[in-house]
């Protein structure tokens, strides 16, 4: 569990990224400001299939961005020339003016590691790639990378036994975020960990307040949906907000009322990125859902 120390260390490098002003102590428990405060952002991942097709780049995206009036995006860097190996400065600069001159904030990037694999050179070298994303993000201005803790519980191997070696991993990273000011954000994905309970035993395990949670809201498919966002809400450094959660089997559209009502009564400020997926142009279906948030959380 994080001690006095840390949670008040969280709290202090949460205000300082998001640009948050402290109205009262923090809350015992969280590390964070009591209240709640959230800026609207769009997730690239919304706009995968015309970004892998070369039918959009960048800057569509932040054009796209600056068009609907939605502040801040988290570009994630699959759809960078050259992944996993991250872009040259010249190019995540050219990303971060344009971004800059349309009033679009770069809140952070993604990657896709995992470490949950038994190969400890495979791990590293995902660690090594973490890394240079974080230095990357580091260049783009952007606050958070997002990683995964793997894609399943390995053959012969236990949760808790893979935790071991995934703990340290995750640590290891966290200490790179705190040496270039980038918090990494672990993706609760429906994956390794699938419940808010495995997503905590992991970001109270690296106990770092460079280290935290993207609340991917779709990927919560055992028990109540709610009550898991409820429970993961104290770690949540960014989010997914999806058009649908799960109730084991079967999808619900998101009820963004209660969503804003555990947010409200839990406290977070910050940005809450949006993300579309399935059939559809994503133009439209990012348009429709961003003016569906926005009518309930202003």
Request: charged letters at 25%; hydrophobic letters at 40%; glycine letters at 12%.
């Amino acid at each position: 569990m994080m001690d006095g120390c840390t949670r008040r260390g969280f709290a202090g490098a949460m205000m300082a990224l998001c640009g948050a002003e402290a109205q009262a102590a923090p809350k015992a428990g969280t590390g964070r400001t009591p209240g709640a405060g959230v800026r609207i952002a769009l997730n690239a991942y919304s706009f995968n299939q015309p970004l892998r097709d070369k039918s959009m780049d960048w800057n569509g995206v932040v054009d796209y961005c600056a068009a609907h009036g939605i502040g801040a995006l988290d570009a994630t860097g699959y759809y960078f020339d050259g992944y996993p190996k991250a872009p040259a400065p010249a190019v995540l600069h050219e990303l971060k003016r344009r971004a800059f001159v349309n009033g679009v904030t770069i809140h952070g990037t993604g990657v896709r590691n995992d470490f949950a694999v038994t190969d400890a050179a495979a791990r590293q070298r995902d660690v090594a790639m973490v890394k240079e994303w974080i230095e990357a993000a580091a260049v783009l201005g952007a606050s958070v990378i997002r990683v995964f803790s793997g894609q399943k519980v390995a053959e012969g191997t236990t949760f808790d036994e893979t935790l071991k070696w995934m703990v340290p991993a995750f640590r290891e990273c966290a200490e790179h975020g705190k040496r270039h000011g980038v918090i990494v954000g672990l993706q609760n994905h429906n994956d390794f960990v699938k419940t808010a309970a495995e997503t905590i035993r992991i970001a109270e395990g690296v106990d770092s307040e460079w280290f935290g949670v993207i609340l991917d809201v779709g990927s919560l498919r055992r028990g109540d949906p709610y009550a898991e966002i409820e429970r993961l809400l104290p770690y949540a450094v960014s989010w997914q907000l999806k058009e649908t959660v799960w109730y084991g089997t079967k999808e619900a559209p998101t009820d963004l009322q209660r969503v804003k009502a555990i947010i409200d009564k839990g406290g977070y400020r910050g940005v809450l990125p949006v993300e579309t997926l399935g059939a559809g142009d994503p133009r439209e279906k990012v348009a429709r859902f961003v003016e569906k948030v926005r009518a309930v959380f202003g």
